[in-house]
């Protein structure tokens, strides 16, 4: 039950679902749901898989690809997506750090958040609509579970640069239990890649998403030290996409 509790934590975190997880809330379990985070990301790809298949029942798949984009947006409110444009307005307007930091915490866009946003959901579905209905829904299943994975890892073995803000309650270390919760979740979702795919399309689509992940990662941190909230996500949406390309080039 307390497993259970924690993992609609996590639901409840990253998505705007209905969960129920009122009273589940302490900063002690929202550290430890971190370990669910591969999971609620599969969780989220299994919905927008859903709303694609059912959508190409009757329309094209390009259509498809951007009403299942749309629902991952819909069902996290864009979570991610808004840490990636933060991170692009606040790294691409000032080489100065505090001030790169102070512009992400400003609510409003600006023009490289904008541009980052319009790139990153271009190549989303520019990717998906080039793939096969079947790659489509694995690789939507994966891209968000394995992001996940990506953000948990640059979580984990990152330093924390805020001394509040989103992510304040979830920097806590997981420990050996998570560790085993989060790659067996990574593992699982591999293998259904490999099974609905190829060994060589996971290959590839995992390649794509290590790249997402370095990429991201040597930008923010060579200039700010460290993570914020707002790096994680840009960390989830490079890899993300990171993998899409990856089943791209093998397709």
């Known amino acids: 039950m307390n497993e259970l509790r924690t993992f609609a934590l996590a639901v409840q975190f990253l998505t705007r679902l209905p969960v129920p ?4 809330y302490s900063p002690e379990r929202l550290a430890a749901a971190v370990r669910y985070y591969p999971l609620v990301g599969a969780l989220i790809g299994g919905l927008c898989a859903a709303v694609f298949w059912l959508a190409h029942l009757w329309l094209p ?12 947006l819909a069902a996290t409110a864009a979570f991610h997506e808004d840490g990636l444009a933060d991170t ?3 790294l691409g307007a000032t080489g100065d750090r505090n001030r790169a930091l102070e512009i992400m915490r400003d609510s409003r866009l600006g023009t ?4 980052a946003l ?10 998906l609509t080039n793939l096969t209905p079947t790659a489509v829904v694995a690789a939507l299943v994966a891209g968000h579970g394995l ?13 924390y640069i805020r001394e ?4 304040t309650p979830v920097t806590a270390r997981m420990g050996p239990a998570g560790w085993f919760v989060v790659l067996l979740a990574g593992f699982a979702l591999a293998a259904g890649l490999v099974w609905m795919l190829s060994p060589l399309a996971t290959a590839l689509a995992l390649g794509g998403l290590a790249a997402g992940h370095v990429l991201m990662r040597l930008w923010y941190e060579r200039r700010l030290g460290g993570y914020t909230g707002d790096t994680l996500g840009a960390v989830q949406q490079c890899s993300e996409i990171g993998l899409y390309l990856g089943l791209c080039a093998w397709a």
Do not use: C, H, M, P
């Not at 798949?61 to 991952?72: C, E, I, K, R, W």
């Not at 490289?112 to 541009?115: H, L, N, P």
């Not at 509040?164 to 992510?167: D, I, K, L, M, R």
């Open 21 to 24: 997880a009122a009273n589940a």
């Open 61 to 72: 798949q390009t259509v498809s690809v951007l009403v299942a984009v749309a629902t991952g």
């Open 88 to 90: 692009f307005d606040g």
């Open 112 to 115: 490289f958040g904008a541009v």
């Open 118 to 127: 319009a790139v990153a959901l271009g190549l989303k579905v520019a990717a």
């Open 147 to 159: 992001s996940r994975l990506s953000s948990v890892v640059a979580l984990e073995t990152g330093i």
């Open 164 to 167: 509040a803000g989103v992510a």
